[in-house]
C-alpha cells in the first residue's frame, strides 16, 4: 500500500510473512497479544455483533471478538496474509470471511450502515494524515448509528515524543504513526465521542463512539 512517493508498503513482497505472528507476540513493545485481547471490551462489542477488521492481516484481530461470539469480515490488500487468514477462519463456523480489498481503509465495498464495530489493529500507522481522515470518514460511512470503532497501534503523545522514541528503539520504522494531539480530532470532527486507553508505554486503543 503506498501512502505516498516516499512509503511504500507491498507486504506480499517481504519474506517473513510466514513469521509475521510470531514476529508480532516476540515484540515487548508492542504489546501484541494484550491489546488484542483489550480490544472486545474497549469497543464494547456484543455477542452476534458484525465486526469490521480493516487490514485484517493474518487475521489474528479477529480472533477475540469470534471468541466473544461476533461475526467478523475480514479486510486486507496481502494475499499472502489473507491465506493464513483463511486457515484460521475454517475454525469459525462461518463466522469469519476475508477478503482482498486493494485500499482496505479508504475503499470499502460494503454498503452504508453494514456494521455495528469497525476495528483495527497495527495497520492504521500506513496512512499519512490526509488518508487517515478519509478513512476515518469511510469507517463512519459503513458503521450502524450508534456504532463504534476501535484503533490499536503505536501512538505518540506528540511529534517530540515520537522522536525520542524513535531515538530510543533504534529497530522502530519512522512510519506514520497517530499523534494523540492530532488523531482524536480526526474522529470528533465527524461527530464521534473519543476515548483513549492506553496499554503500553507506547501502545494506545481510541475507542470512537457514534451518535445513536
Not at 455483533?49 to 479486510?75: I, Q, R, Y
Request: negative net charge.
Amino acid at each position: 500500500m503506498a501512502a505516498d512517493e516516499g512509503k511504500t508498503w507491498d507486504f506480499d513482497s517481504y519474506d517473513w510473512l510466514d513469521r509475521y505472528d510470531e514476529r508480532m507476540r516476540g515484540s515487548q513493545r508492542l504489546c501484541y497479544e494484550e491489546t488484542l485481547r483489550r480490544l472486545p471490551s474497549s469497543a464494547a462489542a456484543k455477542p452476534e455483533d458484525l465486526v469490521l477488521d480493516m487490514g485484517t492481516g493474518t487475521g489474528n484481530s479477529a480472533a477475540p471478538f469470534l471468541e466473544l461470539g461476533c461475526c467478523v469480515v475480514g479486510v486486507d490488500p496481502s494475499e499472502q496474509m489473507l491465506k493464513q487468514a483463511q486457515e484460521k477462519a475454517a475454525s469459525w463456523a462461518g463466522r469469519f470471511s476475508v477478503r482482498h480489498v486493494d485500499d482496505p481503509f479508504l475503499r470499502l465495498p460494503f454498503a452504508d450502515a453494514a456494521f455495528d464495530v469497525v476495528v483495527s489493529a497495527y495497520a492504521i500507522h500506513h496512512l499519512a494524515d490526509p488518508e487517515k481522515q478519509c478513512a476515518v470518514r469511510e469507517a463512519r460511512r459503513v458503521l450502524r448509528p450508534g456504532g463504534r470503532i476501535a484503533i490499536a497501534d503505536t501512538m505518540f503523545r506528540d511529534a517530540d515524543h515520537k522522536a525520542r522514541a524513535l531515538a530510543e528503539h533504534r529497530d522502530m520504522e519512522d512510519e506514520y504513526q497517530p499523534l494523540l494531539t492530532t488523531f482524536p480530532g480526526m474522529f470528533e470532527a465527524e461527530g464521534f465521542e473519543v476515548a483513549l486507553h492506553q496499554v503500553g508505554d507506547l501502545v494506545w486503543i481510541l475507542v470512537a463512539r457514534g451518535r445513536g
